[in-house]
């Protein structure tokens, strides 16, 4: 196949993006004979479920409490209309005034973080944005720039994104530990939503740990391993957990919705929360 040609474009078709300039003579769109196309449409539907449940969930502004499971979609809860939680993360710094759901204070930080991940970035550049669909498919687009224009240009403030993240992992951490209580307020007692919690807050660690911009924090800069045994250990700790990045976006993303919704069946009255001990 000889290259420095203009490829031949059906009749109507505007030359643009890869189909221009000297790229090969080949009259397929791509040469690909995989179902390709199944990865990106999974993408697509999985986090779109995601965005339309999340989204009802946050602007419910109700069923998130029921003693002593909080929903981590509205944890900490910081307005004055939070439901009263008896040493829980409510800290009430915006006050009467807001009429919103509490959950859309709270919710930006891991949605940004989220947001701004490089491997969420493929996925909805690819499962939505077609941006490209699939390894040696092309995009349908005319022209590329990339992350350099507004406004995916502030894609990279994600490592600042991170530094909001760990505090809020911490907070449900602390939720997690409440989460040993029962009805009544009284340590020492486990129900099913304390292994909820328990796997959640698990993988809402694995996650934000995996990161991109955590290892970089951990390792990078560094000229010389060898003078730093411990960044260098902890480097490659979070190295694989980094392998690990996409498998852990999915369980944590999944994690946190079934968390929530397990708080939403116990405190709209579904049924109760069974009790291990």
């Given at each position: 196949?000889?290259?420095?040609?203009?490829?031949?474009?059906?009749?109507?078709?505007?030359?643009?993006?890869?189909?221009?300039?000297?790229?090969?003579?080949?009259?397929?769109?791509?040469?690909?004979?995989?179902?390709?196309?199944?990865?990106?449409?999974?993408?697509?539907?999985?986090?779109?479920?995601?965005?339309?449940?999340?989204?009802?969930?946050?602007?419910?502004?109700?069923?998130?409490?029921?003693?002593?499971?909080?929903?981590?979609?509205?944890?900490?809860?910081?307005?004055?209309?939070?439901?009263?939680?008896?040493?829980?993360?409510?800290?009430?710094?915006?006050?009467?005034?807001?009429?919103?759901?509490?959950?859309?204070?709270?919710?930006?930080?891991?949605?940004?973080?989220?947001?701004?991940?490089?491997?969420?970035?493929?996925?909805?550049?690819?499962?939505?944005?077609?941006?490209?669909?699939?390894?040696?498919?092309?995009?349908?687009?005319?022209?590329?720039?990339?992350?350099?224009?507004?406004?995916?240009?502030?894609?990279?403030?994600h490592r600042y994104f991170f530094y909001a993240a760990v505090p809020v992992a911490g907070i449900?951490?602390?939720?997690?530990?409440?989460?040993?209580?029962?009805?009544?307020?009284?340590?020492?007692?486990?129900?099913l939503g304390t292994l909820v919690f328990l796997v959640n807050i698990t993988l809402i660690w694995?996650?934000?740990?995996?990161?991109?911009?955590?290892?970089?924090?951990?390792?990078?800069?560094?000229?010389?391993?060898?003078?730093?045994?411990?960044?260098?250990?902890?480097?490659?700790?979070?190295?694989?957990?980094?392998?690990?990045?996409?498998?852990?976006?999915?369980?944590?993303?999944?994690?946190?919705?079934?968390?929530?919704?397990?708080?939403?069946?116990?405190?709209?009255?579904?049924?109760?929360?069974?009790?291990?001990?």
């Amino acid at each position: 196949m000889a290259t420095g040609t203009e490829p031949h474009l059906k009749k109507g078709t505007a030359p643009g993006g890869v189909r221009h300039g000297t790229r090969a003579a080949i009259t397929a769109a791509h040469l690909r004979t995989d179902r390709w196309w199944l990865q990106p449409a999974a993408t697509a539907a999985g986090l779109f479920a995601f965005v339309v449940y999340s989204t009802w969930r946050a602007f419910a502004n109700a069923d998130y409490y029921e003693a002593p499971y909080v929903s981590p979609f509205y944890s900490p809860c910081i307005a004055d209309n939070c439901e009263p939680m008896k040493n829980g993360p409510n800290w009430e710094i915006f006050g009467s005034w807001w009429g919103l759901s509490p959950a859309l204070l709270i919710l930006i930080f891991p949605l940004g973080f989220r947001l701004t991940c490089y491997y969420y970035r493929k996925a909805y550049y690819r499962g939505f944005w077609a941006s490209p669909p699939a390894c040696a498919v092309a995009e349908p687009h005319a022209k590329y720039t990339g992350e350099t224009r507004f406004p995916l240009i502030l894609q990279n403030i994600h490592r600042y994104f991170f530094y909001a993240a760990v505090p809020v992992a911490g907070i449900l951490t602390y939720d997690t530990v409440l989460s040993f209580r029962n009805e009544d307020y009284e340590w020492g007692h486990m129900g099913l939503g304390t292994l909820v919690f328990l796997v959640n807050i698990t993988l809402i660690w694995a996650y934000t740990l995996s990161c991109h911009s955590c290892r970089h924090i951990v390792g990078g800069k560094l000229k010389h391993f060898s003078k730093h045994p411990v960044r260098y250990r902890m480097w490659r700790w979070v190295g694989w957990l980094n392998g690990r990045h996409m498998l852990l976006a999915w369980a944590s993303l999944i994690s946190v919705a079934v968390a929530d919704f397990y708080v939403y069946l116990i405190a709209s009255g579904a049924f109760d929360d069974p009790t291990l001990f």
